[in-house]
């Protein structure tokens, strides 16, 4: 472990950010601090210019995507404490999603890189997504408030019929171009498993680059079947069936209707120029794993 304390950055507002914050401070390996999401890029300079080889940082996936990207490209690794509702980095990592484990595993742990994506120029971990998913999201949370998350859903739904607005995507594939006309799309960093229970996680031995799920055509019955279709049978049969195909490639380009749409990265709704570029860098960042974990570089 080293001699001086590493620096470490809270979320405060992250679902278990007090959670974090107190366990970080028990380990006592680490220099700790809050953090707001706005500023934590220039935390995280000020540490990389005084020579820090590992960082922490405690909080949703959206703020440990934000410190990643203020890392790429530097030597110094990222260790992560969970500290959100989901946390899809750290589990698709092998980092233990218990407060205290994970900062042990943070001081004590070994380095290794991790492949990343963007979306133009924003970067992100996980996924993305366009199209009817992102109007779907939008409409829920306007309702959720009223009618309760239940509810919500249902209604957001149905919402949908008769809204929904198809955009061309590009991949090239065996060196030819190929294209589609979609409503939605999902584009996650690694391959993933489209089977339930483990549906949305990173596939064991999965392929490297961006795992690209788009479905056919723009009618929202065709979105329904194929969402049912990868819960129920997984990768393959979506990829047989006539709703949806699935790819991993290394780059894709998604051209909007309008000149700016909103884009769902890592579970928040941004505002994107159109086209939208896609794009795999492997082994872009440095992160901490625990030790022993068969992860390590």
């Not at 005084?50 to 959206?62: H, T």
């Not at 900062?103 to 890189?113: K, W």
Request: proline share 4%; charged share 20%.
């Amino acid at each position: 472990m080293p001699h001086q304390p590493i620096p470490a950055f809270v979320n405060p507002e992250s679902g278990s950010g007090a959670a974090a914050l107190e366990a970080l401070q028990e380990a006592g390996a680490f220099d700790v601090a809050e953090c707001d999401p706005n500023s934590l890029d220039d935390q995280i300079a000020e540490a990389v210019r005084a020579g820090a080889e590992r960082i922490v940082v405690a909080g949703g996936d959206g703020t440990i995507a934000k410190a990643a990207a203020a890392l790429v490209g530097t030597k110094t690794a990222l260790g992560v404490v969970p500290g959100g509702t989901l946390n899809h980095f750290a589990k698709d990592h092998g980092i233990p999603t218990n407060h205290r484990e994970a900062a042990d595993a943070s001081a004590t742990g070994e380095t290794t890189t991790t492949d990343v994506a963007y979306v133009n120029d924003r970067l992100f971990l996980n996924t993305s997504s366009v199209g009817a998913y992102v109007v779907f999201v939008r409409t829920r949370e306007r309702l959720e408030r009223y009618f309760g998350y239940r509810l919500a859903t249902l209604i957001a739904a149905f919402r949908l019929l008769g809204i929904v607005r198809p955009f061309t995507v590009i991949m090239e594939l065996d060196g030819q171009p190929r294209r589609y006309h979609s409503a939605l799309v999902f584009v996650a960093v690694g391959e993933r498993e489209l089977q339930l229970p483990a549906m949305g996680s990173r596939a064991k031995d999965g392929r490297r680059g961006l795992h690209v799920i788009v479905v056919r055509g723009g009618t929202w019955a065709r979105l329904v079947s194929a969402g049912i279709i990868a819960a129920i049978r997984g990768n393959a049969a979506i990829a047989r069936g006539s709703h949806a195909d699935t790819y991993v490639v290394d780059s894709c380009r998604i051209e909007l209707r309008r000149r700016v749409g909103r884009v769902a990265v890592d579970g928040e709704l941004v505002e994107m120029s159109s086209p939208l570029e896609y794009r795999i860098e492997r082994d872009a960042l440095r992160i901490v794993v625990p030790a022993n974990s068969g992860n390590a570089a």
